[in-house]
């Protein structure tokens, strides 16, 4: 499995950014996939999910502000980040799990500024 994750960058209070997250050598269309954060000095928690047949979850500091979608034609998830605040600064990670294991892309930095 290979996932890469782009899209972070600087971004102020209040603002927007779309993490993408492209997968290969994995039928993603049978995968639910996942968006985790880690902030500095804080465990990597989940902020949503999708499944593989487009259902979604959202951990509630997000709720009403992101969202979770995937274009199984394309293998790809994103995470539309609207509102975002300055406690959303973290690299966002996506993941699935693959044969027991979970996996991991290399991580894309969002800083939302004051």
């Known amino acids: 499995v290979q996932l890469q994750a782009s899209g972070g960058g600087l971004v102020q209070a209040g603002g927007y950014l779309r993490l993408s997250c492209a997968a290969s050598?994995?039928?993603?269309?049978?995968?639910?996939m996942d968006w985790y954060r880690q902030a500095p000095g804080q465990e990597r928690e989940l902020v949503a999910s999708?499944?593989?047949?487009?259902?979604?979850t959202y951990a509630n500091p997000v709720k009403d502000r992101f969202i979770i979608y995937r274009d199984n034609a394309a293998d790809a998830v994103y995470l539309q980040m609207n509102n975002l605040k300055p406690e959303d600064t973290a690299v966002y990670y996506c993941?699935?799990?693959?044969?027991?294991?979970?996996?991991w892309g290399q991580g894309t930095l969002v800083t939302v500024s004051s």
């Open positions: 993941s699935t799990v693959d044969r027991g294991r979970r996996r």
């Open positions: 050598r994995i039928m993603f269309r049978a995968y639910d």
């Open positions: 999708i499944t593989s047949d487009g259902g979604t």
